[in-house]
């Protein structure tokens, strides 16, 4: 992971956030669950986004480790491996929450009352924030 990476992906991380949450507020639409989502990215904001930032590029950087060792060149099997990638990792979050009784964590609530819909929001953030990583990369000298 090199510089330039990090400020293409920071520019797409914040254009997400700012078009997917704070625009579109995609995640309250989404799993109806105002009060967590006001919790998370209003009320811990200074936290929740670096933490978000984090994930992301992790999730992105898993994804990309199996389009290296995979060698997929085509875009849209690159988007599948982004969406697969997501759905095991948010959806190894989720079984995990969920075998567990709700308790006052964060992840707890929200996996237990935003259901299968945390895991679909992820896929949004994720392949959003890809997308807009490989706009800029294949823009960049044009």
Not at 11 to 25: D, H, S
Not at 94 to 109: G, H, V
Not at 120 to 132: A, E, R, V
């Amino acid at each position: 992971m090199n510089i330039t990476f990090l400020l293409q992906y920071t520019i797409a991380y914040c254009t997400t956030m700012l078009v997917c949450v704070f625009l579109l507020r995609i995640p309250f639409v989404l799993t109806n669950e105002n009060s967590l989502v006001y919790e998370y990215y209003f009320q811990h904001f200074n936290t929740t986004i670096i933490l978000d930032y984090i994930l992301i590029l992790v999730y992105l950087g898993i994804a990309y480790f199996f389009m290296y060792i995979f060698e997929i060149k085509r875009q849209i099997y690159k988007l599948i491996v982004v969406i697969l990638t997501t759905i095991v990792i948010s959806g190894s979050f989720y079984l995990y929450y969920m075998y567990q009784p709700m308790n006052s964590t964060f992840f707890s609530r929200w996996f237990h009352k935003a259901g299968y819909n945390a895991i679909i929001y992820d896929i949004i953030l994720l392949t959003f924030t890809y997308t807009i990583v490989t706009y800029i990369q294949n823009n960049i000298n044009n």
